[in-house]
């Protein structure tokens, strides 16, 4: 007998009640996915968070940015410090640099935007459960990578990456990390095994004592180490 998938569960935030609508519909046609709750701000979605840890918790949550209230961004900063567990993606129409980078250093697990096909949405919540990358847009990783690499950042001996040991090798895969690239295209790009760059992963984890991509990503950013990639 052919193993059911386990369900995975989504929660929807969004100021548009179109697009919430629109989103748990197209979710309501898998049967391995379950829409749990919608929310129309981050106000509102603590809120039902808060309900639902008396039941079933999300699993991702899906996040639009620009909501009155409370932005998603905020949410997100809240949140992730009392429901580490849950995954955030967000989804919204801008490729703003400072909403990118608000958002990762908030806490958020991705970021794509609006327009892409239900697949890649589903692909990204696969990857972010599987542990599998910080799955971007095209656009926002593009942009993240020029903004890392035109970047003019000074740093000092005590805030270096040289400061947690990195070696080159875990610097170049820390970078790919940081733009968002799976594990498999790393290991594509650097000439080796998925298995090792997930060990490698691991390592700079130890490294720089943090426990996932995002503590990560948010980790480069606060101690500005652009200028190293």
Do not use: C
């Not at 890392?148 to 000092?156: D, F, G, S, T």
């Amino acid at each position: 007998m052919e193993n059911k998938k386990p369900m995975t569960y989504i929660a929807i935030v969004d100021d548009k009640r179109s697009i919430r609508q629109a989103l748990q519909e197209r979710f309501e046609n898998s049967d391995t996915y379950k829409v749990l709750f919608t929310a129309e701000n981050g106000k509102d979605f603590l809120e039902k968070m808060m309900a639902a840890r008396k039941s079933i918790m999300p699993d991702v949550v899906l996040m639009d940015i620009d909501m009155p209230i409370m932005t998603g961004i905020e949410a997100v900063a809240q949140a992730k410090e009392v429901y580490p567990q849950t995954k955030f993606l967000m989804l919204s129409i801008f490729d703003e640099d400072d909403k990118i980078f608000e958002a990762i250093k908030a806490g958020a697990n991705g970021y794509l935007l609006k327009d892409e096909p239900l697949e890649k949405i589903k692909e990204a919540i696969r990857n972010l459960l599987d542990d599998n990358g910080a799955p971007m847009s095209p656009s926002i990783a593009r942009k993240a990578l020029d903004l890392l690499m035109n970047a003019k950042v000074e740093i000092n001996k005590e805030t270096s990456a040289e400061h947690y040991d990195l070696s080159e090798r875990e610097k170049e895969v820390l970078k790919h990390l940081v733009n968002g690239l799976e594990y498999k295209e790393i290991a594509a790009l650097i000439n080796t095994s998925p298995n090792t760059v997930r060990n490698q992963i691991t390592n700079i984890y130890k490294k720089l004592h943090v426990t996932s991509k995002a503590q990560a990503i948010r980790k480069v950013i606060n101690k500005k180490w652009f200028i190293l990639f």
